[in-house]
């Protein structure tokens, strides 16, 4: 059964940085490219970030680029997201989630539960 | 980057009506488009892959249509465990988008 299984999120000051982990089991981890998605409050789910396999391509949104930063430990099944220079309108639920089978055009097939972001000024 | 909308942005109908979303992106994504189903305090979960493909283990009272830029979420049947917000994204190209989404209600 595939599972993902986020971490680390909670409160932060503005400015200030967090590292989510996304745990992954039930596949062959190394083999898909695997992204974060959020949802802030209110609004609709809005694509972060996605790593292929190997971590041969990496992309962004726009409005996160140059601050966060996806890493993956295929030894480990684990997913990375390094914050930095968090903002409000950072402050979201997190999730990750499984995309494309060697191959960055793929859906969201499975999605972690989420972990909370929230962002003080 | 592509725009996606949704509409309607809300909907009621009744236990067993058919409900029909629809999804437009602003420029062609061909089928590259999923549909998805979130319940409030609960992960999204994949419906519908490339336009028209049913995830395994999802009702078959679900379906997706379309190509290009216009595509539709259908129900053929509604039921109260459908009650959540509908989604559709493009994965054509990097940014990936997602459209703000229909909340369904029962009437």
């Known amino acids: 059964e595939v599972q993902l299984v986020e971490s680390g999120g909670g409160p932060v000051k503005a400015g200030g940085s967090l590292r989510l982990s996304c745990e992954a089991s039930?596949?062959?981890?190394?083999?898909?490219?695997m992204n974060w998605v959020r949802r802030a409050p209110g609004r609709g789910l809005e694509w972060v970030s996605s790593?292929?396999?190997?971590?041969?391509?990496?992309y962004y949104a726009q409005s996160v680029r140059g601050r966060f930063t996806i890493s993956r430990d295929d030894a480990r099944s684990a997913l990375y997201l390094q914050m930095n220079s968090l903002r409000a309108e950072d402050a979201a639920v997190y999730y990750c989630?499984?995309?494309?089978?060697?191959?960055?055009?793929?859906?969201?097939?499975?999605w972690g539960q989420g972990t909370l972001v929230t962002v003080s000024s | 980057d592509i725009q996606m909308t949704q509409s309607p942005s809300t909907l009621s109908a009744s236990v067993g009506d058919r409900v029909t979303i629809t999804c437009r992106a602003s420029q062609s994504i061909g089928g590259w488009l999923a549909w998805y189903q979130q319940v409030p305090g609960k992960a999204p979960k994949l419906l519908i892959y490339k336009a028209s493909n049913l995830k395994s283990g999802v009702p078959s009272r679900f379906s997706g249509s379309g190509s290009g830029t216009e595509f539709t979420l259908t129900i053929s049947s509604l039921q109260p465990d459908d009650i959540a917000t509908y989604s559709c994204q493009q994965y054509n190209s990097f940014p990936w988008t997602f459209a703000l989404g229909t909340k369904v209600e029962i009437k």
């Open positions: 039930g596949f062959i981890f190394s083999s898909y490219t």
């Open positions: 989630a499984r995309g494309g089978y060697y191959d960055t055009r793929g859906e969201n097939d499975y």
């Open positions: 790593i292929s396999s190997s971590s041969t391509y990496i």
